[in-house]
């Protein structure tokens, strides 16, 4: 089993930055692939970016291609989440998943609330 804490949620303003961290708690995270999804109130949960086991290779919905960019650190057990250029439609709760096979994975954080004021 593992355990994954997402951090690094908050308010900011459009235009603005914001990186997400997801911890796992077991040695296996570096063999898992990582993704993070988001839902925004009153919609479906949807895809944001995922990363190989490696993270040699990384995958982008088309909404947030070349603004977001996914990486991973296996040595900390950690995927990031580096948000750049945000605006109010990116406000939702994001989520860290990881597991293996392909994503949606097993595992889920229990999220991190992202607001982007206009």
């Known amino acids: 089993q593992v355990q994954l804490v997402e951090s690094g949620g908050g308010l900011v303003q459009a235009g603005g930055s914001l990186r997400l961290s997801c911890v796992a708690s077991?040695?296996?995270?570096?063999?898992?692939?990582a993704a993070w999804f988001r839902q925004a109130p009153g919609k479906e949960r949807e895809f944001v970016a995922a990363?190989?086991?490696?993270?040699?290779?990384?995958y982008y919905d088309d909404s947030v291609e070349g603004r977001f960019t996914i990486s991973r650190d296996n040595t900390k057990f950690t995927v990031y989440l580096q948000m750049n250029s945000l605006g109010p439609e990116d406000t939702a709760v994001y989520y860290c998943?990881?597991?293996?096979?392909?994503?949606?994975?097993?595992?889920w954080g229990q999220g991190t609330q992202v607001t982007v004021s206009s």
């Open positions: 998943n990881a597991g293996l096979g392909a994503h949606p994975y097993d595992y």
């Open positions: 077991g040695r296996t995270f570096s063999s898992y692939g």
């Open positions: 990363s190989s086991w490696s993270g040699g290779s990384t």
